[in-house]
């Protein structure tokens, strides 16, 4: 069967989203785990946009071995000699050329003409070809490039050297119908498009995006560029397991296989959605909370008898956990490791004794520990490895007659208790204050939000808070069954990063 090549790009246009910052650990983490789910493509980021980026983009390709490790370049020299050096130690490096190419663009953006921008299209992508064989070139607003120009850069993209050339729809516009004419008229207007791989890059402002990418596979597309989650530039990327597992649910019309393991789908969108803070509609295909819960009676019925009748995806096939098994204030070490691989977890003794611990101490808390508290658990477990401050207790007070007053007790680095008091306009922001006295940075809080992650009265409170100083947001987040202590993990975790990056 005919393949079609996954190309990823959370950790780069995913990244690029309103709110989503990622540190070089965290970027790590993704791409090992982007690494496991068999994508071929690795977008790791665009190196010259800031220090930080490059040295993610660097670390990536020092660990990725399996997966080709790409870094994105503007057209000009300076560009592509910092995206080579940041992926030139990669077992695969790609590096990723794109300029305008629609008039809007050129006129309002670049200031040059046609002419030029194909001149640099040349010296460019030949200067990408001079570092490394695998070379790809987008036409950024591809879709609103005139034809005979987007095919005349093709072919001149293709000839210095480009071998996978990839149509943006940056914009989001394109209609299925529409932008697949522009895919099967690439095909037959670019002489020389047999020398490379076509690519689509879809943007979801009109909710299309993997309909059009769909839809361009259909026309010949052997590259899809995507993102966990659908995350990216305001409406998102087109995402990554809705593609996939359409691809694979859907074989007797595409004909067509990907090399994603499917087992990992799941596991890789919980850790993007923790990470970067973007939690998942619950209606969301593949892996949204909701996207395998039968409500109605008849449908229920039905998968109780054979779940072929309403489930077109066993959801065990993307990974997604049986919630059958709950375990309590019984289950003992063994059952718990057996758990916790079962989720996708190994850890080491040390850290699975801390999981461990966290667990009884939770399960005295709460009858029902459910996968969601496990993951939940394990998450802020890894949190505090590399703390620079940590919450060693709290007491609060409040009500509508009480001034809400927070003390708190943190471990500094140098090992010693650091306690102190405040006074605030409810129970968080006494804590927030407390803590300020105690770390001593100044920040703005700009994002506070708090979930309940399962269901119940007992349930594990999730906070997610940001942020932000000098212009920089940092993510924290803490949980707890206290949502106020919850808060506090939140809050010292963000301020442990903003210390961290100082
Ligand atoms: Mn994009």
């Known amino acids: 069967m005919d393949k079609v090549t996954i190309f990823d790009t959370t950790l780069r246009d995913g990244e690029q989203a309103a709110g989503g910052s990622l540190n070089v650990q965290e970027k790590l983490e993704i791409a090992k785990q982007l690494e496991n789910l068999g994508v071929d493509v690795i977008e790791a980021g665009f190196p010259i946009s800031s220090p930080g980026d490059f040295a993610s983009v660097q670390l990536i390709a020092r660990e990725v071995r399996n997966s080709i490790v790409c870094g994105l370049a503007r057209a000009n020299p300076q560009d592509i000699d910092r995206a080579w050096e940041a992926v030139k130690e990669a077992a695969q490096p790609r590096i990723h050329v794109f300029v305008s190419s629609s008039d809007i663009h050129l006129m309002h953006v670049l200031q040059k003409d046609r002419d030029e921008i194909l001149q640099l299209t ?10 490394t064989d695998d070379i790809e070139f987008s036409p950024m607003d591809a879709s609103r490039t005139e034809l005979a120009y987007l095919y005349q850069i093709l072919e001149i993209a293709i000839d210095a050297g480009a071998n996978t050339v990839n149509i943006p729809d940056t914009m989001g516009y394109a209609i299925p119908g529409e ?18 791989v076509v690519s689509v890059h879809c943007h979801n402002d009109l909710g299309l ?55 990992q789908i799941y596991k890789t969108s919980r850790l993007v959605s923790e990470l970067t803070g973007f939690s998942i509609q619950p209606n969301k295909a593949i892996v ?15 998968v109780i008898k054979m779940p072929i009748t309403f489930e077109i995806i066993d959801p065990k096939t993307v990974g997604v956990p049986s919630r059958s098994l709950v375990l309590g204030k019984l289950s003992g070490r063994h059952a718990f490791k057996e758990r916790l691989a079962e989720l996708g977890y190994s850890l080491g003794d040390d850290d699975f004794n801390r999981v461990f611990y966290a667990f009884k101490e939770l399960a005295d808390k709460k009858k029902r520990i459910t996968d969601r508290d496990i993951e939940s658990l394990v998450a802020e477990e890894q949190r505090t490895v590399s703390e620079v401050y940590h919450l060693d207790r709290i007491q609060v007070s409040c009500g509508d007659r009480g001034i809400p007053t927070a003390s708190v007790v943190l471990i500094a680095p140098d090992g010693k ?13 006494a804590t927030f204050k407390a803590i300020d006295k105690v770390v001593g940075v100044s920040n703005k809080l700009t994002e506070f939000s708090i979930k309940s992650i399962t269901e119940g009265i007992d349930a594990i409170g999730e906070v997610l808070v940001r942020i932000e100083s000098d212009g920089i947001t940092y993510t924290g987040r803490g949980a707890d069954t206290d949502i106020i202590v919850a808060s506090a993990k939140a809050y010292i975790n963000a301020l442990n990063r903003l210390l961290a990056a100082k």
């Open 122 to 131: 040349r010296d460019t992508v030949a200067r990408a070809k001079s570092y």
């Open 179 to 196: 932008f697949g004419r522009l895919i099967a008229g690439i095909s037959q207007n670019v002489p020389n498009i047999g020398r490379a």
């Open 209 to 263: 995006a993997v309909a059009n990418s769909l839809e361009s596979i259909k026309q010949g597309v052997r590259q899809v560029e995507c993102t966990i989650n659908g995350i990216g530039e305001r409406a998102g990327n087109a995402s990554l397991e809705e593609i996939v597992m359409t691809l694979k649910t859907r074989s007797d019309f595409f004909g067509l296989e990907t090399d994603i393991e499917i087992q």
């Open 288 to 302: 949204g909370a909701n996207a395998f819960r039968h409500e109605s009676g008849i449908h229920q019925d039905g």
């Open 417 to 429: 208790d650091q306690a102190d008091a405040a006074l605030g306009t409810g129970p968080v922001d």
